[in-house]
T-cell receptor, first 115, second 113 residues
């Protein structure tokens, strides 16, 4: 089956620093990837849609200058949390759309803790 | 806009018992429906999906789901639950195969031995 990886799996950083999270589709090309945020015991909240070679589309209420998304290739999208603050601590999950399967496949998630 | 409701926040079943997790959606046209499972601290794994055709779809791990247009439902079932099925289950809807997913709030399944 389709595999999506995320790196790192967890990260701890100091308040004010930036953190980059990578999302890779390992065995298929993904023109579209999605970034979600999940709070404890809650559902996934879509943050943005990342399209290869173009600007990301952000959901309402998501600060595009704080959550920078880059989708430079058909297998890699990155999410950079800039000037992170403790309220940015969360579980971030990416997904990649396999056009042939017409399905989104999810990465294992990245747990971010900002001190 | 489409929406998904999972009425049960938490369900507990005994190992070997049958399971049904409820999912209701709201969308004017034919929806694309999915069930995902999430183990603690993990990403989501696709269990099954419905796009068209046979309304009873089979998935992995012995799960199945039935699409009922008249009831706007896509309930997930398993005839005999295993302890390893304990996890969070999410129902999701999309308006097209290339559209973003809208998730329900999830149902946490606990399995007692």
């Amino acid at each position: 089956g389709a595999v999506v990886s995320q790196h790192p799996s967890w990260v701890i950083c100091k308040s004010g620093t930036s953190v980059k999270i990578e999302c890779r589709s390992l065995d298929f090309q993904a023109t579209t990837m999605f970034w979600y945020r999940q709070f404890p015991k809650q559902s996934l909240m879509l943050m943005a849609t990342s399209n290869e070679g173009s600007k990301a589309t952000y959901e309402q209420g998501v600060e595009k200058d704080k959550f920078l998304i880059n989708h430079a290739s058909l297998t890699l999208s990155t999410l950079t949390v800039t000037s992170a603050h403790p309220e940015d601590s969360s579980f971030y999950i990416c997904s990649a759309r396999d056009l042939q399967q017409e399905t989104q496949y999810f990465g294992p998630g990245t747990r971010l803790l900002v001190l | 806009a489409q929406s998904v409701t999972q009425p049960d926040i938490h369900i507990t079943v005994s190992e070997g018992a049958s399971l049904e997790l409820r999912c209701n959606y709201s969308y004017g046209a034919t929806p694309y429906l999915f069930w995902y499972v999430q183990s603690p601290g993990q990403g989501l794994q696709l269990l099954l999906k419905y796009f068209s055709g046979d309304t009873l779809v089979q998935g992995i791990k012995g799960f199945e789901a039935e699409f009922k247009r008249s009831q706007s439902s896509f309930n997930l079932r398993k005839p005999s639950v295993h302890w390893s099925d304990a996890a969070e289950y999410f129902c999701a809807v999309a308006t097209g195969t290339a559209s973003k997913l809208t998730f329900g709030t999830g149902t946490r399944l606990q399995v007692t031995l």
